[in-house]
């Protein structure tokens, strides 16, 4: 594939990844893209580079436009590896290249490679760097989302390299959002952000309010991964909605069962919510937890249910809450529920996640063995009562 020029002399040199399918935990089913953007001026800039593996990719894509060893500068907005893998690499093609990175990104650059023949510019929120024509100012985005992120501002194209913010796991030949459909590149960002930022919508909120109160305007933002978007202030929208937990009138009712009674539960449950609300049900151990998580990004009620195994909840429940646990969703209502044979454990554990993660909780639905008729109606209802309280 070739070079793509994104604006004049500023052209992605990425890489498209049609296999990936597991980002540390997150399912992707649509592959992945790593975005490295080369900037031609008197100072010949690289911003970011691609996974290991496609160094070569990056590499000839970089030959087609100039020769790579007259690069000068290598921003390097992200530590992780989908990021800075071929940093050595390119490196030794430019070997008198300066690194840009905060300090924080120096700090992890050092110990992932042998930087200590490296030349580094460390900068913070602010600080510009003249490359030409056009200048460079950087803009710290601190666990947005590890410690070290930062997004790059083109001042003159009123262009923001944004690294991972504004991102989408999909691999794709189309190169803007438009190109795939707006409405289709807010989807998978939606899915993104749930999986992966999800958990800093303070910091993500207080970011917005900093960019707007540098003054910062975008006529393009070009992530480190998925499209770019041509379209900025639909994305931007939707960081602020996101951010703040915007709900709509959805419940999420999500379950594992050993014998299908805590099938049956849920199901009882969410007919009783779909006759106030909107529904979305999962199988933790059929459907993807990536997906599960999007909906419950924008979901006001939750209903979560699982066998009881040795006192406590179903193992593969487990894993999922715990995954669930560590994206902080907030401003919801939870109800668990369980089959249990004898002590049962399962709703109690479940509902204790709920606690923690500061949930309006229901009082948790206990059955057991097997549902009676009477049982499943009592499920229906309360899942009419948690329909109700999402659509309030």
Same mark, same amino acid.
């Given at each position: ?169 999909? =691999? ?40 707007e109160e540098l003054g910062l305007q975008f006529d ?53 919510? =779909?006759?106030? =609300? ?7 151990r059929k459907d993807a937890w990536s997906d599960i ?98 659509s309030g």
């Amino acid at each position: 594939m070739k070079p793509f020029e994104v604006i004049k002399d500023v052209y992605w040199v990425g890489a498209i990844d049609w296999d990936e399918r597991d980002f540390h935990g997150f399912e992707i089913v649509r592959g992945a893209t790593y975005n490295a953007y080369l900037i031609l001026d008197d100072k010949i800039t690289l911003v970011d580079t691609v996974k290991h593996k496609f160094f070569s990719e990056m590499i000839e894509r970089i030959k087609k436009i100039v020769d790579p060893s007259q690069i000068e500068y290598i921003i390097s907005n992200h530590v992780e590896t989908d990021h800075s893998g071929s940093l050595a690499d390119i490196k030794r093609v430019a070997k008198d290249a300066t690194i840009v990175c905060t300090q924080r990104g120096k700090d992890g650059l050092c110990k992932h490679f042998d930087c200590k023949d490296w030349e580094f510019k460390v900068v913070k929120t602010g600080d510009e760097l003249k490359i030409g024509k056009r200048t460079l100012m950087f803009l710290e985005m601190r666990m947005l989302h590890w410690p070290d992120s930062m997004a790059t501002y083109i001042k003159e194209d009123r262009l923001l390299l944004s690294n991972d913010a504004f991102g989408q796991h999909v =691999a794709t030949l189309e190169r803007f959002d438009e190109e795939i459909g707006v409405d289709e590149a807010i989807k998978w960002a939606k899915i993104y952000y749930a999986n992966i930022l999800m958990p800093f919508g303070e910091l993500i909120k207080k970011k917005l309010k900093e960019i707007e109160e540098l003054g910062l305007q975008f006529d393009m933002i070009a992530p480190s991964h998925g499209v770019i978007w041509r379209n900025p202030s639909k994305i931007v929208e939707s960081y602020a909605k996101w951010a703040n937990f915007e709900s709509d009138n959805k419940v999420v009712v999500i379950y594992d069962t050993m014998w299908h009674s805590t099938e049956k539960i849920a199901r009882a449950i969410a007919e009783g919510a =779909a006759t106030k =609300a909107k529904v979305r049900m999962f199988h933790i151990r059929k459907d993807a937890w990536s997906d599960i998580m999007t909906e419950i990004l924008d979901a006001k009620a939750i209903a979560i249910g699982a066998p009881t195994m040795h006192n406590t909840v179903f193992p593969p429940m487990a894993g999922f809450l715990t995954y669930m646990k560590g994206l902080k969703p907030k401003n919801k209502i939870g109800l668990a529920f369980e089959s249990y044979g004898w002590g049962g454990g399962a709703a109690k554990e479940i509902n204790r996640i709920f606690k923690e993660l500061k949930f309006e909780t229901m009082e948790p639905l206990r059955i057991r063995y097997r549902p009676t008729k009477e049982e499943l109606e009592k499920a229906y209802e309360i899942g009419m009562e948690l329909g109700e309280k999402a659509s309030g």
